[in-house]
């Protein structure tokens, strides 16, 4: 009877998370209002049989573009007109009502559950067009062909790549019952939904980090008792422990030729930061310290490595050529900077920063060494930039509850995820 | 077999409460937390002969130490100061029983679990889990240990004695977890 239970609510389950857009996230938006661009997303016309694809796909990319702060889209009740062909675009309606973009669209039906997406983005002002495709789809591609919409408009209005066809991996946990606790490694969209599980353990799972080419996922899990990195390819979920030295084996991160992982190993005695050849498992030691080395991340061009050191007394952020060399330290602002994340051109580099109001997420410009805290939270960790560098994914706490929220990188716009899982930590975000 | 747990659970507590000597405030927390283990300890001890009501320090020849509250080695929690890895006096004694009881008793083993309150970072926090657990394995050594009988690992902040977002918690937290074989 307990299994039919569990059965039925496991059911429930995948009915929600399969469900349309107004699912189990909530995201809540701050800022962004001043210089969000106005957009006009008119319903696309739709095919006899394909009914309801329109405002399920609309619904999407309006939610992708508004999530980002800088996009603000007009109300169905404020249009005059629903054009459907270029040629029915009367521009001067849509600047009166000071749009600077308009997207026009139709769903043609091909069979019942395939559709073609076509979508044309303008130029109100300039009255010309600016991007179009047709895309084929099928009713279960339906989600991903809006949020590639959405990057295209996203792109070719700001000239920054999209992020809404990428996804995140976090790791929740449950409490059982006498203080047992299941750990989950899952997968979603960026926008949190359709989440997978990849891996379930009694013990605790940490730190994951994305293959540059999003195909795997390097982790630390406790299942054996002990820490092991592992490293699983996501399609597959096929596996192999890469690292279970005496010790602590923490804080993978991938190469950006994805052929090595820096590693944290203190099996000679102190934490330090290693290399190791995925192929050949040879591994070579790149700091040497009495001090506590972890949490390498690789410079995007392959030759440096940042990471957390509190060689100098307090845990900071310092900066290590490959080829050996000297150490550079990089932070200087607070007693305690951790947990590098850098933007995409590697010239951001966003941390944990400790501060007068806690632990919250700081972001330093390494060129002009302009230092900036982007968030409040207090017990704010696990910074991880989005792939266009435009908004920096971490956890933080409200309440008793642990969640992943995002913020824009000129801290503008926050973003909170809530997802349905309970407490939620350690993301990061897919190339 | 639920309600004998559950019965000597109860007999341990009450005399754990009532018992002859006033405990830290934190190791009291810790034991009651530790309800499932203690009721099977208690048990054995019972089924041994010894005495679990009587005002004896110390323990009878048949008991294992490790199952009597009265002896220093039934404390298996030390406590840490805030990125601190530097074992507080009040815990010297304590460790120091440890040490005499694992240099008397060359085969047994023991694990040292150390922890990290939640703020800062997790990887930082486990390699400050592991800092803690060695300190206490170099004071063992220092105090005849072989090295061999010390296995130390960290769990960071991921496994918390306290699941609460205060100092409260995170005192309770930060500590190293002293774990013989079946204890």
Redesign the interface.
């Known amino acids: 009877m307990y299994r039919s239970a569990i059965r039925i609510i496991n059911l429930c389950l995948i009915l929600i998370f399969s469900g349309s857009v107004n699912a189990q996230l909530t995201i809540e938006i701050t800022g962004g209002a001043e210089g969000a661009v106005p957009i006009a997303i008119v319903p696309f016309v739709e095919d006899q049989g394909a009914e309801g694809v329109s405002k399920y796909v609309r619904g999407i990319i309006q939610a992708d573009l508004e999530r980002t702060g800088g996009f603000k889209s007009l109300a169905l009740r404020d249009m005059l007109s629903n054009p459907v062909d270029a040629s029915q675009i009367k521009f001067r309606n849509w600047q009166a009502l000071a749009q600077e973009n308009l997207v026009i669209g139709r769903v043609e039906r091909v069979s019942a559950k395939n559709y073609i997406i076509e979508f044309r983005l303008f130029d109100v002002f300039k009255q010309q067009r600016l991007s179009g495709l047709r895309i084929p789809s099928s009713k279960s591609q339906l989600r991903r062909t809006a949020h590639k919409i959405a990057d295209i408009i996203y792109q070719t209005i700001t000239g920054t790549p999209g992020v809404f066809s990428t996804r995140i991996a976090y790791v929740t946990v449950a409490q059982g019952k006498n203080k047992s606790r299941k750990y989950r490694l899952q997968v979603a969209d960026a926008d949190g939904y359709n989440p997978q599980t990849i891996l379930t353990s009694r013990e605790p799972i940490m730190s994951p980090a994305w293959s540059a080419d999003g195909s795997r996922i390097a982790y630390v899990s406790f299942e054996k008792k002990l820490s092991a990195v592992y490293i699983q390819t996501v399609s597959s979920g096929q596996r192999e422990l890469v690292a279970s030295y005496p010790g602590i084996n923490g804080a993978p991160a991938w190469s950006p030729d994805g052929r090595q992982l820096a590693l944290t190993l203190s099996k000679d005695g102190e934490p330090d930061i290693y290399i190791l050849d995925i192929d050949s498992r040879s591994l070579r030691k790149l700091t040497r310290s009495y001090s506590i080395d972890t949490e390498p991340v690789w410079s995007p061009d392959g030759r440096s490595i940042v990471f957390t050191s509190d060689r100098g007394g307090k845990p900071q952020l310092y900066s290590v050529a490959l080829d050996g060399g000297t150490v550079r330290r990089l932070t200087f602002e607070g007693s305690y900077n951790a947990a590098a994340t850098l933007s995409p051109d590697g010239n951001l580099v966003a941390m944990v920063h400790r501060g007068g109001q806690g632990y919250q997420i700081g972001v330093l410009d390494r060129s002009s060494g302009f230092f900036r805290v982007l968030t409040d939270g207090g017990l704010d960790e696990a910074p991880s930039f989005a792939p266009n560098g435009s908004m920096i994914l971490y956890a933080t706490r409200k309440g008793s509850q642990g969640q992943l929220s995002a913020v824009s990188v000129d801290g503008r716009v926050r973003q909170r995820l809530v997802l349905d899982a309970g407490e939620v930590q350690e993301p990061a975000w897919s190339p | 077999m639920k309600t004998i747990v559950i019965g000597l659970f109860i007999v341990v507590f009450a005399f754990v409460v009532g018992g002859c000597e006033t405990t830290a405030i934190d190791d009291e927390d810790y034991q009651s937390?530790q309800a499932?283990s203690d009721a099977s300890v208690s048990g054995g001890a019972n089924a041994s002969g010894a005495d679990v009501q009587g005002l004896d320090s110390g323990y009878s020849g048949g008991g294992n130490p490790l199952d009597d509250p009265q002896s220093p080695l039934y404390k298996r929690v030390i406590y840490f100061m805030y990125?601190s890895a530097e074992i507080k006096p009040e815990y010297q004694s304590v460790v120091a029983a440890h040490a005499r009881y694992l240099a008397a008793n060359s085969s047994i083993q023991v694990t040292l679990e150390g922890h990290a309150d939640?703020?800062?970072?997790?990887?930082?926090n486990?390699?400050?889990g592991?800092?803690r657990a060695k300190s206490i394995a170099r004071m063992l050594v220092i105090q005849g240990v072989r090295d061999g009988q010390i296995r130390?690992?960290?769990?960071?902040e991921?496994?918390p004695a306290s699941?609460g977002?205060d100092d409260r918690a995170w005192q309770l937290n930060r500590r190293v977890e002293i774990k013989y074989p079946g204890y």
Not at chain 2, 118 to 124: I, K
Not at chain 2, 152 to 156: A, H, K, L, V
């Open positions: 937390g499932g990125d939640e703020r800062g970072s997790r990887e930082y486990i390699a400050l592991e800092q130390t690992m960290s769990y960071g991921e496994k699941g977002h």
